[in-house]
């Protein structure tokens, strides 16, 4: 009994061996900038320390809202954190569908291609992106100098200056990017449906959309709903590279979301005091976010993610 409760103990202790630099990790790169938030309770001003700065309390929280200018221009920015947000979670089924119609072609090699192909973006940093996008779609690039040819046009569209449809063309930019990426967990779920489910619709006759339909949507779902909830829980949570490399003068107003509004302000403006107020009430409302989504999927689902 004694060794079996030594051996129990050796597992445990050599289990939180093998987690503890993960944990290291997560502390110093998700738990210590915390510290960080202290700058929105002071006026700092660099280089001047932050222990010999004048402690403000709430005065950059209320700044935020102090005039009708900053608010438009908040409002503004929420607007399009909002938007691109909310396109990404109309369309968060798509890297679902796009994982069982890769998992249906029967041609092995042609399937790794299409796979590798569109996982390899994900790789490719936002600048590399933003290289590809210019080379193709400014004044000067190759679409509109293949209209040109055409004679369609007389002049360049101005693709990327457009603030038009900057929601629709980041969004469309961000799933060419993340899409096979994202269909991995998808494809993961399929590999491991009982093969006997398949035997089963099969003996019956079942056609292969009926397949999709009856067996293998049904087993994908828990997985959907789990990265949706993720999802809603990091709305407010859109990043920074993309949207930094594509802002310009003239879509600056629609493109620019709460990261990179946060970076403008502590960058351009020099207001690093806001942008942490700012940062700080954005993850507050996520974690908010998230402790509400995991108490409507305890309600809903009978399951929670946290």
Known sequence: MRAQAYSTRSTSIRKFIYILPFMILLGV????????????????????PLSKSPFVGLQWFHSLVENDVKIEQLLQVIKNTLGISGLALLFSWLPMIFAIFLTEIKAVRFRKFIQTVTTLPNFISWVLVYSLAFSMFSSEGIINGLLSQLGLIDSPILFLQKSDHVWLTMWMWMTWKTLGWSAILYIAAIMGIDDSL????????????????????????????VLLMLQIASFLNNGLEQYFVFQNAFNKEHIQVLDLYVYNLAMG?????????????????SV????TVNGLSKLLRGESIV
Do not use: C, N
Not at 30 to 48: E, K, Q, R, T, V
Not at 288 to 291: P, S, T
């Open 29 to 48: 790169f998700s738990y210590y900038p915390l510290y960080g938030w202290a700058y929105a309770f002071f006026d700092y001003m660099p280089p001047i």
């Open 198 to 225: 398949h035997e089963a619709a099969h003996v019956d006759g079942a056609t292969r959309m009926q397949v999709i339909r009856h067996v293998v949507l049904p087993s994908m779902l828990p997985t959907y709903f």
């Open 269 to 285: 403006g020099g207001s690093y005091s806001v942008s942490v107020a700012i940062s700080m009430l954005k993850s507050l409302i």
């Open 288 to 291: 908010v976010l998230l402790f």
